[in-house]
């Protein structure tokens, strides 16, 4: 713990002060081998970012789950800043809810943060008589001390955007966040903001539509995602669906981490937009498209126009600068967002093999990491090379006064050659929260 209070519970009081915490020393990801040719279960890698170590740059501990063919994706936390106040609270353990199997794993980072062990396993059947959901994408803690998971679906693989709650000290399935019969048409990410009493979800598609890869005709057939939900925050419901001009697809959503702020980016990956979702005189919610990345034309691809594909977005945590990735052009990218209604290109960092998809940032915003798979079945479909020779981890060093993206050239994770062959590499985690993780209220 960075904060020199006697009673805080896990995390920082402010943003602003969780720019003032420690360097990075670890870092955990999952590693996918679904789709991959390799009968092995997924694992959650550690990874040392720390250039004093001698160990920097290497796969440190590896916790395969006990399970194949989960499709580890997100990950998220027992509890974060949202429970700042509360000194009864620890932030040790870190959530894997599957994308595939609709498992949660529930991971004690606490006991040794260097060599993670699995601590429960919450099988899927509990969710689907529970919840009638599955498919589960993000996790995240709420003040009330409970954890909150994101599906894509019902248990038979049909659309549904719903919420599973878990207690944070047993994690036990309690039931659904949203009122019965309440859940959106499709889901995917999710971020709250308690002081303007709302939430906001977005959407992919259904694990039907999208599971086994990406077919052009499922778009024409309206398919896909193109609508955000706004939720009211105490009555857990949806007041607003905002359908998205040039918004194909809305993945990943992020208020900015201010939490006075009514207003915040969805980043569209089908139509590569950023759209900026803020809140009305009168109490309702608009959305507004503010950055466009043009398609490339192409001979010989899947449609005759490729996509930027924008699949993570991430806000520093002082709100001045916006970060995307163009998982299928190949770039990064880092807009200042001091006016969120003009963004503005400062930094774009060029030619990634296999395509920029995760990122994170480190909490002083001077370091950027990324990874290059995106969903395995997607990942052979596009990136083939990724299923043979593994995804890595980059880190970009990032110019904060000015603005700036440059590769650090002494830096490369190659998940390639992982133990058991080749694995693909997704969302990264800090032990002590980043900023996609942490929520203030």
């Known amino acids: 713990m960075a904060t020199k209070c006697g009673k805080c519970g896990p995390g920082y009081p402010t943003p602003l002060e969780a720019m003032k915490g420690p360097r990075e020393e670890i870092v955990y990801l999952p590693c996918i081998y679904r789709n991959t040719g390799t009968e092995a279960p997924d694992y959650l890698a550690t990874v040392d970012v720390d250039p004093k170590s001698p160990y920097y740059c290497q796969v440190i501990h590896r916790l395969p789950m006990p399970n194949l063919k989960d499709e580890l994706h997100h990950s998220g936390w027992n509890t974060c800043s949202s429970c700042f106040g509360d000194s009864t609270k620890s932030r040790n353990k870190l959530m894997l809810p599957c994308i595939m199997s609709s498992r949660i794993y529930v991971v004690d980072v606490g006991s040794d943060p260097r060599a993670p062990k ?180 192409v001979k010989g691809w899947l449609l005759p126009e490729m996509p930027g594909l924008i699949t993570d977005i991430l806000l520093s945590l002082d709100d001045r600068f916006l970060y995307f990735s163009n998982w299928l052009h190949g770039d990064l990218r880092q807009y200042d967002i001091s006016d969120p209604q003009r963004p503005r290109l400062t930094g774009q960092g060029k030619r990634v093999p296999g395509g920029p998809q995760m990122i994170q940032l480190s909490l002083d915003g001077k370091r950027l990491y990324v990874t290059t798979s995106l969903y395995s079945a997607w990942d052979k479909q596009f990136y083939p090379d990724l299923i043979r020779e593994g995804s890595v981890m980059l880190q970009i060093d990032v110019d904060t006064i000015k603005g700036g993206l440059k590769l650090n050239p002494n830096f490369l994770v190659d998940f390639g050659k992982e133990p058991l062959g080749p694995a693909l590499a997704h969302e990264l985690r800090y032990p002590g929260g980043d900023c996609s993780s942490d929520i203030w209220l």
């Open 118 to 297: 699995l601590h429960k396993v919450i099988e899927a059947e509990d969710i689907h008589a529970k919840c009638g959901l599955g498919y589960l994408h993000t996790s995240h803690c709420l003040a009330s001390g409970e954890v909150m998971i994101s599906s894509l679906g019902d248990p038979k693989g049909n659309g549904k955007g719903g919420f599973v709650l878990l207690d944070g000290e047993t994690f036990e399935v309690k039931g659904t966040w949203e009122q019965p019969g309440g859940a959106a048409p499709m889901g995917y990410d999710f971020w709250y903001q308690p002081r303007h009493n709302v939430m906001i979800s977005t959407e992919w598609a259904a694990p039907n539509v999208f599971g086994d890869g990406f077919n052009p005709a499922d778009v024409e057939a309206g398919l896909y995602g193109s609508h955000i939900h706004v939720w009211d925050w105490q009555r857990h419901k949806i007041v607003q669906t905002l359908p998205l001009q040039d918004g194909l697809i809305p993945l990943e959503v992020r208020f900015l981490h201010n939490p006075d702020a009514a207003q915040g980016f969805v980043g569209c990956a089908l139509s590569s937009t950023i759209q900026r979702f803020y809140k009305n005189q009168g109490g309702t919610w608009s959305v507004e498209k503010v950055i466009q990345v043009p398609p490339k034309k």
